[in-house]
């Protein structure tokens, strides 16, 4: 390793003292037990990728589980997170303690301990840049299958092609792998995802590595791409793979099909900024859905092609298609509610709109933000690059005119709260449907005309 790999895994080990203390019982104990770094993390060493968030995998040679107990006894309360897995952690930190273990194939593999020399443990691994290890000891890099040479040549291998089709879920690793490192499988590996068999993945761990595609791929495309390559998109994303060859009207998508321009769309909403995790991946889910209803909407009128309607026509689409790789009930809702309105800020500068005409929308997408939507609309908007296979980049000079109505219009955010509330008319008028009219006309009046005196807006609805 450089010496810039070594200072990465010092600082490791100075963030956790218990990983060096545990090593020098090891040297202790005989020459046999030995305690790796292992994983992701020693991959995004190599990478020189940032380890926040990373997780801490060390895997310990030579040993039982009750041996390893033993040792971490001395630093704290163990945790058997997964005894029956080989897993052991010490107190709150956040290191896991494994050992070498061997699992049956099938949807609920058997797992099975057993003391395997690190060459054989490592083989079971899924590609050959997470098949490297870090003796602790020496700060030795082990790499029997040739990760390191892989990765510089951005190339995803299997150490044993055999057990990767064991687990199903490795082929959607690759989906997001190829996505986040830009890297590609190697023949091998291209022809084994194309026939094995993933049918039996639950939902909750395929969602798992869309959540890993979408929030750290900076060209996420790469990995929806790769699925039509090995010909398994439309079993996968069948709302979307029916958006290949769909044509469009080149005067507002030069870009080509509604299939490039989604994946345009993909990774122009991939290279903005939010306020939070949960906003990106919504926008994310957003730009994959947003157009899935064109082929059903598209008409021809001579040499131009409309689609009028389609964002009607893609929330059942986007609702089928998040139900089969999300059981986020509302990640889906909010999906479908940016989805229907992706339209209305493009739509409401055309026509010159109201204020009052973002207040309403600001109202009817609440809890959702004009701000969040106008992010769904940059990404819409920037997916139109003639030149295929990345999305524009710099302004939009609608969608800013969008943005700066809707803060001049005091809803950018959140929207306008109503003045009269149910509390305020109870003494007039019973709770009920009768009541919620009320109010409704009421917040009319006020985004319509600009009312802010509650005892004035009283008076008008007791008077309707």
């Known amino acids: ?180 490192f830009e890297m590609y499988p190697d023949p091998v590996l291209q022809d084994v995802c194309k026939k094995m068999d993933i049918a039996s993945i639950s939902r909750e761990r395929i969602e798992m590595e869309f959540h890993k595609l979408f929030l750290k791929s900076r060209q996420p495309s790469r990995g929806i791409t790769w699925l039509a390559d090995v010909g398994r998109v439309a079993e996968i994303l069948p709302e979307l793979a029916q958006l290949r060859g769909v044509e469009q009207d080149p005067v507002w998508h030069p870009e080509g099909d509604v299939f490039e321009h989604t994946l345009q769309a993909l990774d122009a909403a991939a290279a903005q900024e939010y306020a939070n995790t949960p906003e990106k991946l919504l926008v994310m889910y957003a730009a994959l859905c947003h157009d899935l209803g064109k082929k059903v909407a598209m008409q021809r009128d001579g040499d131009r092609i409309h689609n009028y309607g389609h964002e009607q026509e893609s929330v059942p689409l986007s609702r089928a298609l998040m139900q089969r790789i999300s059981t986020n009930k509302s990640l889906l809702q909010d999906v479908c509610t940016l989805v229907l309105y992706h339209m209305q800020p493009g739509q409401l500068v055309k026509n010159n709109a109201s204020l009052a005409a973002y207040k309403r929308l600001a109202r009817k997408i609440a809890p959702l933000s004009l701000q969040t939507l106008s992010l769904l609309a940059y990404a819409d908007n920037r997916g139109r690059n003639p030149a295929r296979g990345k999305p524009l980049s710099g302004s939009i000079e609608r969608v800013e005119q969008f943005v700066a109505r809707a803060k001049e219009a005091g809803v950018f955010v959140q929207p306008e709260p109503p003045i009269l509330v149910g509390a305020d008319l109870l003494d007039t008028i019973t709770a009920g449907p009768e009541l919620g009219k009320a109010l409704a006309q009421a917040y009319e009046i006020q985004i319509n005309e600009g009312i802010t005196d509650k005892a004035e807006l009283r008076r008008r609805i007791l008077k309707r």
């Open 1 to 180: 390793m450089v010496s810039s790999q070594r200072d990465a895994v010092h600082a490791i080990m100075q963030q956790y003292p218990i990983i060096k203390q545990v090593v020098a019982r090891l040297q202790q104990r005989g020459v046999t037990q030995k305690a790796y770094l292992v994983g992701g993390i020693v991959r995004d060493i190599i990478l020189g990728l940032p380890l926040e968030n990373v997780d801490i995998d060390i895997e310990v040679h030579g040993v039982t589980i009750d041996e390893l107990a033993e040792i971490l006894s001395q630093f704290g309360v163990v945790n058997y997170v997964g005894k029956s897995f080989g897993v052991l952690k010490v107190g709150s930190i956040d290191v896991d303690w494994v050992l070498p273990r061997i699992d049956s194939a099938g949807r609920k593999p058997q797992v099975t301990v057993v003391d395997l020399p690190i060459e054989t443990a490592l083989r079971r691994r899924d590609v050959t840049m997470n098949a490297m290890a870090i003796d602790l000891n020496t700060l030795d890099l082990y790499d029997p299958f040739g990760g390191l040479e892989d990765i510089r040549n951005k190339v995803l291998r299997s150490p044993d092609p055999q057990f990767f089709t064991e687990d199903p879920l490795r082929f959607y690793r690759v989906m997001q792998f190829i996505g986040r």
